[in-house]
């Protein structure tokens, strides 16, 4: 079993930053792809972006060019970078290891951790 924990969540006013970090316990993790992705109330959870082991990324459109995503596997951690933030980027945040770079299920490896909250008002 792996144990995903994030970090990072709050309230940010728009325009601003936050640093999502996802720490996980285990030895798998650089074996597999890890992903960020986020929730709206009443919405199904989407893919926010991917990284592969091998350093692949990818993004969803909302998000291409105010989000970054980078992975160190010597520590056991993902991060999301967040800049220009919106409102309408408001959801729970969830990490997750052993989905497909476009978010699929394929190994029979998915952990998810248990979402951090990031609102983002004035």
């Known amino acids: 079993q792996v144990q995903l924990v994030e970090s990072g969540g709050g309230l940010v006013q728009p325009g601003g930053s936050l640093r999502l970090s996802c720490v996980a316990a285990?030895?798998?993790?650089?074996?597999?792809?890890v992903g960020w992705y986020r929730q709206f109330p009443g919405k199904q959870r989407e893919l926010v972006a991917t990284?592969?082991?091998?350093?692949?990324?990818n993004y969803a459109p909302s998000v291409q060019g105010r989000f970054t995503i980078s992975r160190d596997n010597a520590k056991n951690t993902v991060s999301l970078q967040m800049n220009s933030l919106k409102p309408e980027d408001t959801a729970v945040y969830y990490c997750?290891?052993?989905?497909?770079?476009?978010?699929?299920?394929?190994?029979?490896?998915?952990?998810w951790g248990k979402g951090t909250l990031v609102t983002v008002s004035s």
């Open positions: 997750n290891l052993g989905r497909s770079s476009s978010g699929y299920v394929v190994s029979g490896v998915d952990y």
């Open positions: 285990g030895n798998i993790f650089s074996s597999y792809a």
């Open positions: 990284i592969t082991r091998g350093g692949s990324i």
